[in-house]
Nanobody, 124 residues
Framework: QVQLVESGGGLVQAGGSLSVSCVAS????????MGWFCQAPGKERAFVAG????????YYADSVKGRFTISRDNAKNTVYLQMNNLKPEDTAVYYC?????????????????WGQGTQVTVSS
Protein backbone atom coordinates (compact mmCIF):
# COMPACT_ATOMS: atom_id res chain seq x y z
CA GLN A 1 0.00 0.00 0.00
CA VAL A 2 1.23 3.51 -0.78
CA GLN A 3 -0.33 6.89 -0.20
CA LEU A 4 0.38 9.73 -2.62
CA VAL A 5 0.11 13.44 -1.83
CA GLU A 6 0.56 16.08 -4.52
CA SER A 7 1.50 19.70 -3.93
CA GLY A 8 2.67 22.72 -5.84
CA GLY A 9 -0.25 23.54 -8.09
CA GLY A 10 -1.47 27.07 -8.55
CA LEU A 11 -2.22 29.88 -10.95
CA VAL A 12 0.30 30.98 -13.55
CA GLN A 13 0.22 33.09 -16.69
CA ALA A 14 0.66 31.54 -20.11
CA GLY A 15 4.33 31.06 -20.87
CA GLY A 16 5.18 30.67 -17.22
CA SER A 17 6.46 27.71 -15.24
CA LEU A 18 5.21 25.62 -12.37
CA SER A 19 6.49 22.57 -10.56
CA VAL A 20 4.30 19.99 -8.88
CA SER A 21 5.51 17.29 -6.52
CA CYS A 22 4.15 14.03 -5.21
CA VAL A 23 5.35 12.43 -2.00
CA ALA A 24 4.72 8.76 -1.40
CA SER A 25 4.37 7.20 2.00
CA UNK A 26 4.92 3.55 2.63
CA UNK A 27 7.72 1.26 1.75
CA UNK A 28 9.58 0.40 -1.42
CA UNK A 29 8.96 3.56 -3.44
CA UNK A 30 11.55 2.29 -5.90
CA UNK A 31 9.25 -0.63 -6.65
CA UNK A 32 6.75 1.66 -8.35
CA UNK A 33 6.77 3.18 -11.78
CA MET A 34 5.25 6.65 -11.47
CA GLY A 35 3.05 8.67 -13.72
CA TRP A 36 1.41 12.06 -13.94
CA PHE A 37 -2.08 12.45 -15.39
CA CYS A 38 -4.30 15.46 -15.86
CA GLN A 39 -8.04 15.92 -15.99
CA ALA A 40 -9.77 19.04 -17.26
CA PRO A 41 -13.47 19.71 -16.62
CA GLY A 42 -15.65 17.55 -18.82
CA LYS A 43 -12.70 15.53 -20.11
CA GLU A 44 -11.28 12.13 -19.32
CA ARG A 45 -8.14 11.71 -17.29
CA ALA A 46 -5.15 11.84 -19.66
CA PHE A 47 -1.58 10.65 -19.44
CA VAL A 48 1.02 13.39 -19.16
CA ALA A 49 4.33 11.76 -18.29
CA GLY A 50 5.79 8.63 -16.73
CA UNK A 51 9.06 7.45 -15.25
CA UNK A 52 10.49 4.01 -14.58
CA UNK A 53 11.42 2.53 -11.23
CA UNK A 54 14.96 3.90 -11.15
CA UNK A 55 14.31 7.00 -13.22
CA UNK A 56 16.38 5.79 -16.14
CA UNK A 57 13.55 6.12 -18.66
CA UNK A 58 10.78 8.64 -19.15
CA TYR A 59 7.88 9.00 -21.53
CA TYR A 60 5.71 11.98 -22.40
CA ALA A 61 2.45 12.76 -24.09
CA ASP A 62 3.06 14.52 -27.40
CA SER A 63 1.29 17.62 -26.12
CA VAL A 64 3.89 18.22 -23.41
CA LYS A 65 7.11 16.99 -25.03
CA GLY A 66 9.83 19.59 -24.78
CA ARG A 67 7.89 21.58 -22.16
CA PHE A 68 7.43 19.21 -19.21
CA THR A 69 10.02 17.14 -17.36
CA ILE A 70 9.31 14.28 -14.99
CA SER A 71 11.90 13.21 -12.44
CA ARG A 72 12.08 11.28 -9.21
CA ASP A 73 14.18 11.12 -6.08
CA ASN A 74 13.85 7.67 -4.57
CA ALA A 75 15.70 8.73 -1.43
CA LYS A 76 12.95 11.28 -0.80
CA ASN A 77 10.05 9.12 -2.04
CA THR A 78 9.15 11.97 -4.37
CA VAL A 79 8.28 12.38 -8.03
CA TYR A 80 8.29 15.79 -9.69
CA LEU A 81 6.76 17.37 -12.75
CA GLN A 82 8.42 20.55 -13.98
CA MET A 83 6.13 22.40 -16.35
CA ASN A 84 7.53 25.14 -18.57
CA ASN A 85 6.00 27.31 -21.26
CA LEU A 86 2.57 26.57 -19.89
CA LYS A 87 -0.48 27.07 -22.07
CA PRO A 88 -4.12 27.71 -21.12
CA GLU A 89 -4.97 24.25 -22.41
CA ASP A 90 -2.72 22.77 -19.71
CA THR A 91 -5.28 23.89 -17.13
CA ALA A 92 -6.42 20.78 -15.25
CA VAL A 93 -6.20 18.87 -12.02
CA TYR A 94 -2.90 17.00 -12.03
CA TYR A 95 -2.71 13.57 -10.39
CA CYS A 96 0.26 11.41 -9.63
CA UNK A 97 -0.11 7.67 -9.85
CA UNK A 98 1.94 4.65 -8.86
CA UNK A 99 2.18 1.34 -10.62
CA UNK A 100 3.68 -1.81 -9.17
CA UNK A 101 6.38 -3.06 -11.50
CA UNK A 102 8.18 -1.94 -14.61
CA UNK A 103 7.06 -0.09 -17.70
CA UNK A 104 5.33 3.22 -18.28
CA UNK A 105 1.76 2.54 -19.34
CA UNK A 106 -0.30 5.46 -20.56
CA UNK A 107 -3.69 4.09 -19.55
CA UNK A 108 -4.98 5.18 -16.15
CA UNK A 109 -6.38 1.74 -15.35
CA UNK A 110 -2.82 0.36 -15.37
CA UNK A 111 -1.96 2.31 -12.22
CA UNK A 112 -2.65 0.99 -8.76
CA UNK A 113 -2.56 4.06 -6.51
CA TRP A 114 -3.57 7.68 -6.97
CA GLY A 115 -3.14 10.98 -5.20
CA GLN A 116 -5.93 13.44 -4.57
CA GLY A 117 -4.78 15.84 -7.28
CA THR A 118 -3.58 19.42 -7.40
CA GLN A 119 -5.11 22.20 -9.50
CA VAL A 120 -3.03 23.91 -12.16
CA THR A 121 -4.59 26.94 -13.82
CA VAL A 122 -2.95 28.78 -16.70
CA SER A 123 -4.36 32.17 -17.58
CA SER A 124 -4.11 33.66 -21.05
Amino acid sequence: QVQLVESGGGLVQAGGSLSVSCVASGRAFNSYAMGWFCQAPGKERAFVAGITLNGASTYYADSVKGRFTISRDNAKNTVYLQMNNLKPEDTAVYYCAARIGAGIPTMSRSYDYWGQGTQVTVSS
